[in-house]
Every structure is written in C-alpha cells, then in structure tokens.
C-alpha cells in the first residue's frame, strides 16, 4: 500500500488492485520531467502570477500581514512517517507572486500536494475562505538531523524565481544559487529571471542519506528540466542536472515584442553580496571591519591553473568576462573565517558557506562572467558569476548541463597555496599610484625559508604600469607578503588589470591573484 499519512490531501491508495482517484502510475525522472518542459517550450510563457488570488497580491497583503502566515510544524511533509527528512511550504503572496505547483513521488506512482490552508496558522488574518485549493505555494523549506540527532534543522529553501540556498553542518544562510541566468548584466537590454513552477518531491526511504527533486524552469525565452539530489553532511553536496529547451522567436515575440535574442545564458549561476572588506576603497560609516557573505571568485581552469578573484563594490556596474573553455571549477567563496574580521553577533559572515562548482563533462568554449554593482545596503545581493557558452542552443533542441554544487565552510582543499587577503591604498612615493598589499599563505610556503625569497611575478594591463615590486616574510601573519606598487599611465580613465604569482623560476607556487582596478 502506498500512502500519505502526514497531508490531509486526496491521495491515491493501492487498495485490492484498484488506484484510487488522486494518484497517477509513473515513474518519475529527468526524462518525465523533460517532455513537460518541452511541451511547456511548444507554447508562449504564461506567468503563473495571473493564478494568484486578489487576496494574496502586493497590494491587499503587504508585509506585516504576510508575517503573520506561519507553517505549522508538526504539518510538514513525511513528518508523521519518521523519514529522514522533512519538508515545509511557504505561503504564497506579498512578495512571492509566482505559484508553485508540487508534487510527490515515489518508484511507482506520482501524486499533487495541494495547497492546505490547515496548514497554516494566520493568526489575526481571516482570508482562508478566498484563497482556492489549487493555489500552490511559494516553495518549500527541506529539514534534516544534520547538527544533532534530536533537532530538526533547515537545510535548504527553494523560494523565489529560481533561486535556493543550502547548508552543511554548523553553517548559516549567505549566498544563493539559481537555476539560470540570462542576460544578467548587460547593459543594453534588461535581465531575464527564470522561475521554478513545478516541484517533484522524491519520497524518501527511513534509511536514506540523499534526497531527490526534479523541477520546471521557466521564462519568456525557454522551459527546463531540472534535478537535484541533494547530500546534506559537513559540507552539502547537491547533484545537478538540466534540460534546457529555447522558445522559437515568435513565441518569445508573442509574449515581449521588444525582447532581444539572449547574449548570455548563465549556467551554474551564484548570487552574493559584497559591501566592504579589507581590499575595499569605499569606505562605509560603520563599526563593523567587513561586511559580505563571500570575498573572492576561485577559478580552476582547464590547463590547471588555478586564480583567486576579491570581489569588491564598485562605484558602477562592473562586468568582467574571463576566457574559460571547459572550466574545470569555480565558486564564490568566504575565505575570512574570523569572528574578529567581522563583529558582528547578528549576521553571522564568519559562518556562511562558501559554494564551489564543479561541471561534470566537458561543457567546451565558453566564458566566465563576474557581475558587481554598486551597492549601500547588506540586504541586497550585488554580486553574480556563471558560466556562458559559447554555442547558443537551437530553439526547441535539447541543452544539456551538469555539475556538483558543494555549500562549504574549510576551502583549503580548493587551493592549498592560496591568497589570503588584498589590501590596497595610496602610495605617496610615485605620483597617482595605489598600491596593493597581497599576502599569500600554505603548506608549501610555510617551507619556503626566509633566506630563499619566492619571486612575485606580477603584470598589468597597457593603461599602466608597476613601478615596484617587493616580497618579504610577515612575521605578524606568518604569511608571504607581496607589495605591488601601480601607476596608472597619464590621462588614463579605464579599468587596469593586474596578475601575480609566487614562483621560483619557471615553478609555480601559488594561485594566481588577479584584480581590477577602477580610477576614481
């Protein structure tokens, strides 16, 4: 007998040979998922925000009320058959516009989880009677035993657009990632936000140490496909896979009439905020040292060379692109792990997790895209990065991609030798330079003796010039510290680009450390 102890839904039972009415035989996979999503594709987008009741928009549920609406716990899905993981929904409404439709599966059989208003406890707000049962929701929160064996804690949302955050053990929420990112920072043409709006939730069994979920994308420009299995523990690794097909021109026409072909189709896409740090020429009227939830893009590339990015807040848009064919990794990472760096006893930047991405398969020529706006406010993300390739996919024609998420707190697997912070000021020896203060630290360069100085083999773009270069022991960090010393050339009002790396001769000690510098 398959059933649903938990929801009060209709469900499907197998009861003498006969499937009741609720529940469909199917199994369930990328593949099920896939054909929906491309029968979605066949047609023009339609924004699920037109489903929405009158009583849940912006205008009739503002925040406040919103706040009111709280799941009640001992509702959430396969709670009631001590599973090893639990799910929770949130309400749709306020900022929340798109319904979400969700599903469960088990091997065999598929069935809808309808939106219950039992569910939720509205406190003051009496608007059940007006809300329909087949609403959905706004997405879901996902639970598990992961910091203690008899405490239930969150370990991941999938809310909004398409974006979710995960946890490994003793970490707090930072930076999300997305399903996708199309034309994310161009600036000739507005950014395009796929949505999740349609969940699969894969039933687990009492012994199970993953769980499984399959999803719908979808936009103007193109419906997908998506799965995740998701490993939570010390670090959370989640498996990605997805099935993208692109609209033919006049059904994205038939939806927005000014709609440009995409540019950039954002693979793997994270999201973060960076407002200041120890790299940071913006100063902010604050007691806090550093403020951000990563403070570096690390990139693995194909020939093996590894470069570690700072993130910074510029004072305008700022969108890098860096040559990447078949990268073999990359992610946004908080590389500063010291309370002290912070002070902060609310925001918890110390313990955010880092995200690295890991693509399975060859993904070929391609780009990697860094976006940083300008931003004043911690609450908002201002940073982006994915990868963008290099062949643009025929409408309707399937677009595969994979990759490994891991949500992480130690990094130092990534890059042993690694750059462990950036500082920069105005140096008073040479007219208009800055100079750059870059420590580098490892086991490898622990080794390295005092006597026997590393080499910082350094360069800049032709708008400049580095006019000194030394490197020497810090004996307050234990690190290598390289200063740079940068002149811009006269007149100057573009961007410069800097490299260094440690090495001894032609042998490579270090990550590469790259910057972009901006005159005032």
Known sequence: MWRHSCLVLTIGLVLAGKILIGAESAEVNLDYVAQRALERARQPFRSPRADLPKVLRQENLNYDKYREIEFRHDRALWAADGLPFHVEFFHPGYLYQEPVHVYEFTATHVQPIRFVQDFFNYRALHIQNEIPSDTGYAGFRLLNQLNESNKWDEIGTFLGASYYRLLGKGQRYGQSARGLALDCGEPDRPEEFPIFTDWWLGKPQKDDGQLTLFAILDSVSCAGAYQFIIRPGE????????????RETN???????????????GWAPLTSMFLFGKNSERKFDDYRPEVHDTDGLLVRMDNGEVFWHPLDNPSVMRHQVFSAPNVRGFGLLQRERSFAAYQDMFNLYHLEPSVWIEPRGNWGDGDLHLVELSENYEGFDNVVVFWDPKNKPAPLQPHRFSYTLRWMSETDKLSEEKVVSTRMGLDSGYANARQFVIDFDGPKLDAIPETDLPQAVANCSANAVIVYNQVLRC??????RVILKMQPRPGNADPVDLRCTLQKGTNILSETWTYQWSPP
């Open 235 to 246: 670090t959370t690794v989640v498996d990605v896979e997805a099935v993208l097909f692109f």
């Open 251 to 265: 059904k994205v026409h038939a939806v927005n009439t000014n709609r440009l072909p995409i540019k950039t189709i």
């Open 475 to 480: 004996f307050g960090l234990g690190t290598w």
